[in-house]
């Protein structure tokens, strides 16, 4: 998994993501992979969101 240019902030969960960049995740969100095949997300989530790709 690569993270670049990101914040990422406490008690975040990211599971089976390739690659992060440009990105900015709240307190408690969650992001977790099912099955797209992108090379690279780019998100802004606010506390405790939950996305699932």
Known sequence: ???EHSVIL???EIKD???IEDSLLGKSARVC???DNRRALR???GD???LVI
Request: charged share 30%.
């Open 48 to 50: 405790d969101a939950e």
């Open 33 to 35: 992979h099912a099955g």
């Open 17 to 19: 993501v390739q690659r």
């Open 43 to 45: 998100m802004f989530l």
């Open 1 to 3: 998994m690569g993270i």
């Open 10 to 12: 406490e008690d975040c």
